[in-house]
């Protein structure tokens, strides 16, 4: 209730008095009530009409309220109150970050918020603006007082969160605050350094300092001097937290209590103990992003490996929105066209962003699917200039891929240059990725996934111009305009490993590595959001597995996605590890895809005829008659034992094929098939509308693509796991069981014994004659190979070698002491005095304690390196090497043709690859990391729901209301077609204090991407002010006096109609143009967050909105000046 005081003498005979409101409501829906004392109090009628019933009055054609919950999916409908069954369609997941710092402002004290959401950071005491890890900057904090505070609190810490960032300390030897977010008395959460030298995610149950505490430490060191991905997770229904180092889960722990800290979100610093700032970080911050719910383990590793720009060439507009969500759109020049494969370019047209991909001082990878319509002369794809040069240039060089990076920004600078072993043909595509690797000095080029040349680079520098596409700068001008297609293309601020460029290469559709530790549930790792859920039966998690975890399966259990995640009316490949518990009789379904009656494939045991083998099956029509099949030879499946199956159809050769454990085992003619509209199913299938088929066993590594597989790519795929795998958990016997599938057991001998392990059983070395020796070599050792263990020595005197593979006179390789160090040593031949180089550790061994070690070798880089506890601890050059064909043995290694170096202490989980490990799956071997492919189509939400909406008012209970946030990167529309939509009133609330602008509302002929025909478009201007634009013939525009990016919420309506063009804020007419009736008669679909702004006048940074929308509404009449100002009004 309002009480005025009414400055007049007191009312002596009229007890009531009625008046009507002034701007334009009925008297009915209010009235003053007068008292004797002099005063009148304001009283709400029953009947005052809500805000949305004020919009449903006047005929709104739809009209969104904002008030879903967010979605992973972009295609989740915006609900329509108008009534007339119009939903609206989110472009983008809704479930995006509720506070995201990119720090790349580069001067003031405010740092934008870019989640939409409307909360800026304010920088105290000096932080510095520096040079970052994403976009164009950072934020270098002192260690003394420097701290960016919100203007209020990210997440709710008494619920679900996540937080994170990027770091680059300078220090680790104390207190270091990432992250926290102020209680009273004590942060609600604390990311940080601990005092110990080791990333922290710390919780109090209570809001005081003598609260439990529960925390999570990484068990590895932090590494000073280098940039690393941290974050950290809050699960309220399960009560866990999460850490994550580099996109990697290091640790978890449940806590007893929860509460909400209502203090505003902080950078560098914490609170502790009466309100005390304290902890201040050294060092640099970049990408703060924070979350109102609990990512998922996919989710962190996406947002560790997003890519700095990506560019996927959707066709459009010529204005390329950038898909990494780091605001580095691109804008196309000249004469491009779209086709369904990308940007075709015919040798007079680029493309260049707003800002740099990469910083080029520093490791960096470029990557595109490239088809050249020449081969003659330099074609460009990608590069990035300074002045004079491009500081690297990714081309095709007179029918050869190559990858060069300058050593200085001048005319004729020193170019390293790598050269792929693939020609560039003309008219035949291909993948093809530069790598600059800092830390190695050294450039690296990749055609269609496998790595072709290795050059060395020892001079960079940080080119300052944007990135470009079809062209590069040298001598101080432009060449080399590319000629036909670019798809794709993404800039990463790293270096990618070669089984990473393997994947981007041939990403696939949907992967599924169950580290997730959900018994109902498998998140997808590609990052394309197909999520697979238990519809009915039992599946349980499994943790070890054959890479992690597992899903084990049973009876009737199995797992679905939504909808089909394949188009099987061509091309596909399937590929699983598969663990099968039972060979009774028929046949069990590891993979399928369901049409109406019958899977359009299965990947399966066969065993309906006693056959027991591998098999991949293909349906030519959604029924069950003239399947094609694929099956191995009778007997070839094995039970207990981990098997690596591959199916591929390839429908341009009419056959399909069945890998087993990476090699061809069958093939099968296939002439017709069928596009099923199910869902991909883990665990069983569907014949004659019959669900079954259940599988027996575990699956693990299961993955999708919408392409052909060939030989090598699944050699690889199979080659990624490993060759010898001992868990060493028998406790009896004289056997280690070979759990990788090649059954290549080890056998003790000369007294070795059981004890106990680091999980659960080691075995014993007395330190004279104990040994494990493999019935075969399981690597070659002329090749890059990979092996680990753990190590817990009794003795560090002497040289003692846990593992080793021998030859006739020497090993090839050795794993263990010398010097009182960690070493890993390999010779250059089989001789009784041959020359070694060894990588050697700083850490020293302890005795009685359990070390992991991993021993690398790369062929390919000449290099060895050696890992303790997951960590790069030593390395040297390698340029001689030899194959030792005897088996591998634990506990000696063979010198001058005699068994020695006996080791004296336990051994346990030994694991051998015929790869070389990069650091992330060296770190998953010690517990490090969870080991996992990193997604490269990284969930990149573009909205977020759920924030406070505009309509609070309080006499009409209201305060539900909320909003959706947008970043700048997705739009909402509607997906009904308007024919010339005139008169017509778009109206909305906004909110925004970016700097970026965008587009409010738009009229479009593409609903949801951006290119064609738009008109009526209604945006905050490159001032703050907002525009109004239509295309009558000629461009006409109206612009309101003042800006409003203040981040308060603000009511806009603009309408074109008999009354001409104008435009309401906050209820009021600000301006308005009476001779401008009519706008562009076309056909198409309204949007609102996002269109194209490219040609209109003041053209803001962003096309699309950053900021907070809600009650989105579109008319088709003109509103009055009442009626935009009662519909104001109503938020009463």
């Not at 111009?465 to 790293?494: A, E, H, T």
């Not at 390196?865 to 090497?881: C, K, S």
């Amino acid at each position: 209730m309002l009480a005025r005081a009414l400055r007049s003498r007191p009312w002596l005979v009229v007890p009531v008095v009625v008046l009507a409101l002034l701007a334009g409501f009925p008297a009915a829906y209010g009235a003053f009530s007068g008292s004797t004392d002099g005063t009148a109090t304001w009283g709400t009628a029953a009947s005052f009409p809500t805000y949305p019933q004020h919009v449903a009055a006047d005929g709104a054609r739809f009209h969104h309220r904002s008030d879903e919950t967010g979605a992973f999916r972009a295609d989740s409908a915006a609900a329509d109150s108008s009534g007339n069954n119009r939903p609206g369609v989110y472009g983008a997941p809704t479930d995006g970050p509720s506070t995201w710092y990119r720090f790349d402002d580069g001067s003031g004290t405010t740092a934008a918020d870019s989640s939409g959401s409307v909360n800026p950071g304010t920088l105290a005491n000096g932080p510095a603006w520096a040079g970052g890890h994403l976009g164009t900057g950072g934020l270098s904090f002192d260690g003394a007082d420097d701290v960016a505070t919100g203007a209020a609190g990210a997440v709710d810490t008494g619920s679900s969160f996540t937080v994170a960032a990027w770091v680059n300390p300078t220090t680790a030897g104390a207190h270091h605050a990432v992250l926290s977010q102020d209680g009273n008395a004590i942060s609600g959460f604390f990311l940080k350094n601990d005092s110990s030298g080791r990333w922290e995610f710390t919780t109090y149950d209570t809001d005081d300092i003598l609260a439990g505490r529960v925390r999570v430490q990484a068990p590895a060191q932090t590494l000073v001097n280098r940039w690393t991905h941290l974050a950290a997770v809050y699960n309220d229904p399960t009560g866990e937290i999460r850490l994550y180092v580099d996109g990697a889960s290091v640790g978890r722990a449940w806590r007893g209590g929860d509460w909400s800290a209502t203090g505003p979100l902080v950078v560098g610093a914490a609170r502790w103990g009466a309100g005390t700032r304290t902890d201040h970080f050294a060092g640099q911050i970049d990408d703060v992003r924070a979350y109102r719910r609990a990512l998922n383990d996919t989710e962190v590793a996406g947002l560790a490996a997003q890519p700095s720009t990506w560019w996927n060439f959707d066709p459009v507009s010529n204005t390329q929105p950038d898909h990494s969500g780091s605001g580095n759109p691109g804008s196309l020049q000249g004469t491009a066209t779209f086709t369904a494969g990308g940007v075709t370019m015919s040798g007079d047209d680029h493309g260049v962003g707003v800002r740099p991909g990469a910083h080029t001082d520093r490791s960096f990878t470029v990557a595109a699917s490239v088809l050249p319509t020449a081969s003659t002369g330099v074609l460009a794809v990608a590069s990035q200039p300074g002045a004079a040069a491009s500081a690297f240039s990714l081309t095709s060089n007179a029918g050869a891929w190559q990858f060069g990076l300058t050593g200085a920004d001048t005319s004729s600078p020193a170019t390293a240059v790598a050269t792929g072993t693939t020609p560039a043909t003309a008219n035949v595509t291909a993948h093809v990725a530069g790598v600059y690797s800092d830390e190695a000095d050294e450039i690296r080029i990749y055609v269609d996934g496998r790595l072709e040349d290795v050059t060395t680079a020892t001079a960079d520098w940080d080119a300052p111009g944007p990135l470009n596409v079809g062209r590069l700068l040298s001598g101080g001008s432009y060449s080399g305009l590319f000629q036909g297609r670019i798809n794709d293309l993404k800039v990463y601020p790293r270096a990618l490993a070669s089984d990473d460029v393997h994947d981007l290469a041939n990403a696939p559709v949907a992967r599924y590595d169950f580290e997730q530790d959900s018994t109902a549930v498998a998140y997808d790792g590609s990052g394309n959001g197909h999520t697979l859920t238990r519809p009915s039966g039992t599946t349980t998690w499994w943790p070890s597995a054959q890479r992690g975890g597992a899903m084990n399966f049973s009876t009737d259990g199995y797992l679905r996605s939504s909808g089909p995640v394949l188009d099987t009316s061509t091309s596909y490949s399937v590929s699983a590890w598969v663990y099968l518990t039972s060979n009774a009789a028929w046949n069990r379904t590891a993979v399928s895809q369901d049409g109406a009656n019958t899977s359009a494939f299965t990947l399966r045991y066969n065993n309906w005829d006693s056959g027991n083998a591998w098999a991949f099956q293909l349906q030519p029509s959604d029924s069950t008659a003239g399947p094609s099949t694929a099956v191995s030879g009778a007997g070839s499946a094995t039970m207990n034992r981990w098997t690596h199956l591959a199916g591929v159809y390839d429908d341009g050769a009419d056959q399909i094929r069945l890998y087993v454990n990476g090699a061809l085992a069958a093939t099968a003619a296939a002439t017709a098939d069928f596009a099923a509209t199910g869902s991909l199913n883990l665990g069983s299938s569907l014949y004659d509308g019959l669900r079954g088929d259940f599988w027996p066993g575990h699956l693990d590594g299961v993955a999708v693509y919408q392409e052909v597989l060939t030989a090598a790519d699944v050699a690889a795929l199979h080659g990624q796991a490993p060759v010898l795998r001992w868990d060493v958990n028998e406790g009896t016997g004289t056997n280690l069981g070979d759990r990788s599938g090649n059954n290549n057991n080890g056998t003790m001998a000369n007294g070795a014994t059981w004890a106990a392990g680091r999980d659960s059983n080691a075995v014993s070395f007395d330190g004279v004659d104990d040994q494990v020796t493999t019935v075969a070599a399981p690597v070659r050792t002329d090749t890059g190979f990979s092996v680990s263990l753990w190590a817990y020595p009794a003795s560090t005197s002497a040289t003692r070698i846990a593992a080793s593979q021998n030859g006739t006179y020497g090993y090839a390789y050795a794993l263990g002491i010398a010097g009182g160090k960690w070493v890993f040593s390999m010779s250059a031949g089989d001789s009784s005095s041959p020359t070694v180089i060894s990588a050697t550790s700083a850490a020293t061994p302890v005795v009685s304690t359990w070390t992991h070690l991993t021993a690398v070798y790369d062929d390919t880089e000449d290099r060895i390196r050696l890992y303790v506890n997951g960590v790069l601890d030593g390395g040297n050059t390698v340029t001689t090497d030899w194959h030792a064909a005897g088996p591998m043995v634990l506990g000696w290694a063979r010198a001058a043709g005699a068994s020695t170096h006996r080791f004296q202490g336990r051994v346990d989980e030994v694991y051998a690859f015929r790869r070389p490990l990069n650091d992330i799956e060296a770190g998953a071997l010690s517990g490090l990391y969870a080991t996992r492919p990193l997604p490269h189509r990284p969930h990149t939400p573009g909205m977020t729901a759920r924030f406070t909406g505009a309509l609070q008012g309080a006499q009409q209970g209201q305060q539900g209301s909320t909003a959706v946030a947008f970043n700048g990167f997705g739009n909402a529309y509607n997906p009904v077609a308007s024919t010339n939509p005139a008169p017509f009133t778009v109206e909305a609330w906004f909110r925004t204090a970016a700097k970026a602008g965008g587009a409010i509302f738009g009229f479009s002929v593409n609903p949801a991407g951006t290119g064609g025909q738009r008109d009526r478009l209604l945006y905050v201007d490159s001032g703050g002010r907002i525009t109004l634009g239509v295309y009558p013939g000629i461009a006409r525009t109206i612009r309101s006096p003042g800006a409003y990016t203040d981040g308060a919420w603000h009511h806009v309506a603009a309408s074109v109609g008999p009354a001409g063009m104008k435009l309401h804020v906050d209820g009021a007419l600000v301006v308005s143009d009476p001779a401008v009736t009519a706008a562009e008669n076309f056909t198409g679909y309204w949007r609102w967050g996002g269109a194209d702004l490219g040609g209109w006048p003041d053209r803001p940074a962003s096309d699309y909105f950053v900021g907070a929308l809600d009650e989105v509404a579109v008319y088709p009449t003109q509103l009055t000046d009442q009626q935009v100002a009662r519909h104001h009004a109503a938020n009463h």
